[in-house]
């Protein structure tokens, strides 16, 4: 998975609960992503990073929140969980000027 | 947002060629990608394509794009069982003023090759 780190691979939580994502790189690229997969749909970005200290919004934002303290981290934060974020979950990275996004495994969330 | 449409299914015979489609909506489109991705795993990039080309051939997967129509197609050849997987075509607009990337996704195709 091009030196990206989900951790954990699966998780269940109950409604109201917080978790954090955990995503991290060992190829020193500068763009991040957070991206959500729903059952038997394409992949929507949540948040990006262009670099350490830089996030902004992507289409389904709410919900999440996101911090890039440095290059290697980008944790994702769901404050209070819903069953609509019942989802997997992708971390992606992308080197500055290339035009390729590589993917790490997926953190498998349920919400019951 | 923009519109990436795929089929869902496809069936083929071991050894038979596969051909996936794909019609997206914005024709200012600079890369167009092919990803694979297995039963519980993450996204593998296969291939993608400049959009000022019509076709690339990488062993045995060759991608055509058709600018004028926004068709862009996946063919394997000699498909494997190995090859069973979801299909996901994904497209990068061009954002003016951004270095985003930000990459649009079909809703993928399952490829199911039966030996």
């Known amino acids: 998975n091009a030196g990206v780190t989900q951790t954990p691979k699966f998780r269940i939580l109950k409604i109201g609960q917080s978790m954090t994502l955990q995503c991290t790189q060992d190829?020193?690229?500068?763009?991040m992503y957070w991206y959500r997969q729903d059952p038997g749909m394409g992949l929507k970005l949540i948040y990006y990073s262009v670099g350490a200290g830089i996030t902004d919004k992507g289409e389904v934002p709410n919900g999440y929140n996101v911090s890039r303290s440095t290059t290697e981290d980008f944790p994702l934060r769901l404050e209070l969980a819903a069953p609509s974020q019942t989802s997997v979950y992708f971390c992606?990275?992308?080197?500055?000027?290339?035009?390729?996004?590589?993917f790490g495994p997926g953190t498998r969330l349920l919400v019951l | 947002g923009e519109d990436v449409e795929q089929s869902l299914f496809l069936s083929v015979r071991e050894g038979d060629s596969s051909v996936i489609n794909c019609t997206y909506t914005d024709s200012s489109s600079t890369y167009l990608y092919w990803y694979k991705q297995e039963p519980g795993a993450g996204l593998q990039l296969l291939t993608y394509?400049?959009?000022?080309?019509d076709m690339k051939q990488d062993q045995r997967l060759t991608v055509l794009l058709n600018k004028k129509d926004k068709h862009l197609s996946l063919r394997i050849a000699d498909t494997q069982t190995g090859d069973s997987a979801i299909y996901f075509c994904?497209?990068?607009?061009?954002?003016?003023?951004?270095?985003?990337?930000?990459?649009?996704f079909g809703r993928g195709t399952q490829l199911t090759v039966w030996p």
């Open positions: 394509i400049f959009s000022n080309m």
């Open positions: 994904a497209e990068r607009p061009y954002d003016r003023g951004s270095t985003l990337g930000r990459l649009y």
């Open positions: 992606a990275i992308r080197a500055g000027g290339q035009e390729t996004q590589y």
């Open positions: 190829m020193n690229h500068n763009y």
